[in-house]
Structures are given as structure tokens and as C-alpha cells.
């Protein structure tokens, strides 16, 4: 039993130690296969600003959290995302990667104009408000935010 727990301690560290580790600082991978994508921890933030990244633990109910990096991307008239989200303490497989396209627009909600982004519109699709700040604020399905809206946050890198 002690010998199961120190695993589990050990692969805690390493889930950690990656998602805590930015994606400049890592070393570069291969990419996704026909996605044209680096490895998901070589990702950075890119000078010109066709690409923009975020990252932060949201909210789980039957987990610890899920460590989330979301990179959006322009190439030409091309808009195309990648998210790869780690659910913290979770069942297995713990790790999984989506990429697909995305729209923004621009919603007047409670007296604020917020620019939104939608992954995967029409499709079961997650709506995100882009905040002051540079966070992105996941919206509920109805599009308005969270009671708990600052849990929902994915902060700028």
C-alpha cells in the first residue's frame, strides 16, 4: 500500500511540475499529427499576435481541477484553436487535446460590451468573455458568467 501511495505522490509531482511549467520555457516536442501544432508546452504567445494563449485551473466536480491552456490562432482569414485540458486527480486518461475553429463577436450584456470568443460554434460549443484584464472568462450555456466567475477564468500568457 505505501508503495501505491509514493506512486501516486510521484505522478502528482509530474502532473505539477508540467502544468506548472510555461510553454517558452519548455523544451519544444513533435506536433499533433495533420494539426500543423508544436508540442502543447512549446507554445507561446507569438509576436505579431495571430496567436494568443491562456491558461489556468478551472473547476471540476469530480476531480481536483482541470489545468487548461487554450491557444488561439489566425492565419490569414483562418481562425483555428487548440485546447488541451489535464483533469487533476482524475480517472484515467487524465489528458485530452481539442482543436476545431472559432468566432468572435461582440455581446451587450448587463450594461458591458464584451468581446466573446466561441469554440466550435454550433457544435456544443463553449463561449468565453474576454475580460479587462486579457483573462478569458468561460460563460455559462445561457452566455452570462458564473456566480463563481473568477473560478472560471483563464488568465493571459
Known amino acids: ?5 509514493r506512486r501516486g505522490l510521484i505522478v502528482m509531482a509530474c502532473l505539477l511540475a508540467v502544468g506548472c511549467q ?23 504567445p507569438s509576436p505579431d ?25 489566425v492565419t490569414g482569414k483562418k ?17 485530452f487535446q481539442r482543436a476545431g475553429r472559432w468566432t ?3 455581446l451587450f450584456l448587463d450594461d458591458e460590451t464584451l468581446t466573446t470568443y466561441t469554440l466550435d460554434p454550433g457544435q456544443g460549443s463553449q463561449t468565453y468573455a474576454l475580460r479587462a484584464d486579457g483573462a ?5 450555456v445561457d452566455g452570462r458568467p458564473s456566480a463563481q466567475a473568477i473560478a472560471y477564468r483563464l488568465q493571459r500568457l
Do not use: Q
Not at 500500500?1 to 501511495?5: A, T, V
Open 1 to 5: 500500500m505505501e508503495h501505491r501511495g
Open 22 to 44: 510555461r510553454g517558452d520555457d519548455a523544451p519544444a516536442g513533435p506536433g499533433s499529427p495533420g494539426l500543423g501544432w508544436p508540442s502543447p508546452f512549446a507554445i507561446s
Open 49 to 73: 499576435g495571430s496567436e494568443r494563449v491562456w491558461s489556468g485551473v478551472l473547476p471540476c466536480s469530480d476531480c481536483d481541477g482541470v489545468d487548461t491552456r487554450l491557444v488561439l490562432r
Open 79 to 95: 481562425r483555428s484553436y487548440l485546447m488541451i485540458e489535464t483533469y487533476v486527480g482524475g480517472e484515467r486518461p487524465n489528458r
Open 104 to 106: 468572435e463577436k461582440t
Open 136 to 140: 478569458l472568462e468561460l460563460l455559462d
